[in-house]
């Protein structure tokens, strides 16, 4: 009797996956070649977001270093004279003189407002971000300011943590006007100016009730206020418009989204009830000299009557 036949495999196809000269799967397929494809594509998408941000950021910064652009802004006041039509004020806000933005940035600043021949020049604080032993020259071209009806100075929360006191009489050295809770009578209409609110820590902080109190409401007003959170006050005692900055218009991401929650206006014009709000976004930086998508400005504001 003869045993059963062993199980024998069939031969493997000509040119199956064992073969040596198969045309199956070809060279680097199969997970290994999915998985350096799969690294290549991450590599050049993390290289052109890197090149993207450099780009964005040296851009950003170049933009600050070369200086603020001039903007201008038509507002119409109801009690304005006709006499005071087109009266043009540039404003400038958040210098913050420091070790990266100095005498230089300073200079810029001036021969811009200069170049625009403005009637007045109100400076709405944040100049500095240091003592006047520190920075005081870089502030000396403020000197070279030319306007037909002076410069104005207010002071910003950066003077409170640079000396306040000493900025306040330095500016004025300078040949500012600084207007500490005060107001002067320009041709046509008021000029007020109240400290920051971060002077409160210090017994100085603004006081509308001496700069606007007994003040004539039948002639047009314009109050310097570092901030624009004020606004509320300035309409409580009937003021027409508010210059203001301290937002810088956010200056990046994501400093825009946290402007806006502290602050009713980040950058623009608006209208709080019979008073309307200007906000800067300021002549320099803080932290990092980089801004992107709020260009820094000098705001020439043209004052406009109804009456002509």
Do not use: C
């Amino acid at each position: 009797m003869t045993s059963p036949a062993a199980s024998v495999a069939p031969p493997a196809p000509a040119g199956g996956n064992g073969g040596t000269g198969g045309t199956g799967r070809t060279a680097g397929a199969g997970p290994s070649g999915d998985l350096s494809r799969r690294l290549f594509v991450s590599r050049v998408v993390g290289a052109g977001a890197a090149v993207a941000a450099l780009t964005t950021v040296g851009y950003g910064t170049y933009g600050v270093l070369r200086g603020p652009q001039v903007k201008r802004v038509r507002v119409p006041l109801a009690k304005l004279p006709r006499g005071a039509h087109g009266f043009r004020i540039a404003v400038v806000s958040d210098v913050h003189l420091g070790p990266i933005l100095g005498r230089a940035h300073t200079r810029r600043i001036v021969d811009t407002i200069n170049s625009v021949q403005p009637d007045l020049v109100a400076v709405v604080g944040d100049l500095v971000d240091g003592s006047v032993a520190d920075l005081g020259p870089a502030a000396e071209p403020l000197a070279q300011l030319r306007a037909r009806h002076g410069a104005f100075f207010v002071t910003g929360n950066h003077e409170y943590f640079s000396g306040a006191g000493q900025w306040v009489e330095h500016v004025r050295e300078l040949g500012l006007r600084p207007l500490e809770n005060d107001r002067v009578e320009i041709a046509g209409f008021d000029l007020a100016g109240v400290n920051d609110v971060a002077g409160e820590s210090e017994g100085q902080g603004p006081d509308f009730v001496r700069a606007l109190g007994d003040r004539d409401r039948t002639r047009a007003s314009v109050l310097l206020a570092h901030q624009p959170v004020v606004i509320h006050d300035a309409v409580e005692h009937g003021v027409d418009l508010q210059l203001s900055g301290h937002t810088h218009g956010g200056q990046l991401w994501p400093g825009n989204h946290i402007a806006a929650l502290a602050n009713p206006t980040v950058a623009g014009l608006e209208r709080y009830g019979d008073t309307q709000l200007y906000v800067s976004r300021g002549a320099g930086a803080w932290g990092p000299p980089v801004r992107v998508g709020a260009q820094s400005d000098i705001t020439v504001v043209e004052l406009a009557s109804r009456q002509a």
